[in-house]
């Protein structure tokens, strides 16, 4: 078990800075989407997961979308990731703060598409130009509205309100994905015994229109996984 662990750590490491130096020297979109999705394979390989995806077919090929997910573990954006392969989805994530400062995740969240959140910012009215400015050029957003990992037994924390705000600001269909396996309860499965054959189940539901306002998007989200 302390062994796998000894293992695993600083290959991840490695990996997660390797790929972080090849993004830095690639400006296209879709060259991007195929560095982070390779990651997402090298890396989920290594862990022996695998990604089963339901609900493919609702996702139309080159769309272009607000994409809310649920999130318990650091794996999610790849799982994420591995959801929507093949789709022509270049799509920027909303990183936080600490993720830009990390000595583990710094580089490769700097390099791999995304957009910055300092929530302690004043001028969150460059956040929203930001993305104002990357939907125009063709992007889709990919957001986890919880805001943080949800270390609670419920199925989902409360929302934020950000994420509805980016929707309706930019026209943005919303689709959302729900990672139905604890995928927190699997990472550490995979670091501490090395289990082979583990598997992560994540469900695409239908759009949510930006406009409707007759519910929350928590409420649209739960009600489109029945939750």
């Known amino acids: ?51 089963e995806v339901d609900g493919a077919e609702k996702v139309d090929q080159g769309g272009q979308y607000l994409i809310i997910s649920n999130h318990r573990s650091i794996i999610d954006p790849l799982i994420v990731e591995m959801a929507l392969k093949n789709k022509g989805i270049n799509s ?12 583990f995740f710094g580089t490769f969240t700097r390099n791999a598409g995304t957009i910055l959140l300092d929530r302690d910012s004043k001028k969150m009215n460059l956040f929203f130009k930001e993305i104002k400015t990357k939907v125009a050029q063709g992007y889709s957003i990919s957001i986890f509205p919880e805001g943080t990992r949800n270390k609670d037994d419920a199925l989902l924390s409360e929302f934020k309100e950000g994420a509805q705000i980016i929707a309706m600001k930019n026209m943005l269909k919303i689709l959302p994905v729900f990672i139905k396996t604890n995928t927190n309860e699997v990472l550490m499965e995979a670091i501490k015994n090395n289990t082979n054959d583990l598997k992560v189940t994540i469900e695409i539901g239908d759009l949510i229109d930006y406009k409707d306002r007759s519910r929350t998007l928590k409420e649209s989200y739960r009600l489109r996984f029945n939750l």
């Not at 662990?5 to 972080?20: C, D, E, H, R, V």
């Not at 920027?92 to 000595?103: G, P, T, V």
């Open 92 to 103: 920027l994530w909303i990183a936080k703060k600490e993720l830009y400062n990390s000595f």
């Open 1 to 51: 078990m302390l062994l796998n662990q000894i293992k695993i750590a600083p290959y991840s490491l490695f990996l997660t800075n390797k790929f972080g130096l090849k993004l830095r020297k690639v400006n296209d979109a879709a060259e991007v989407t195929k560095l982070r999705l390779e990651y997402a394979e090298t890396l989920l390989s290594r862990l022996n997961i695998s990604v």
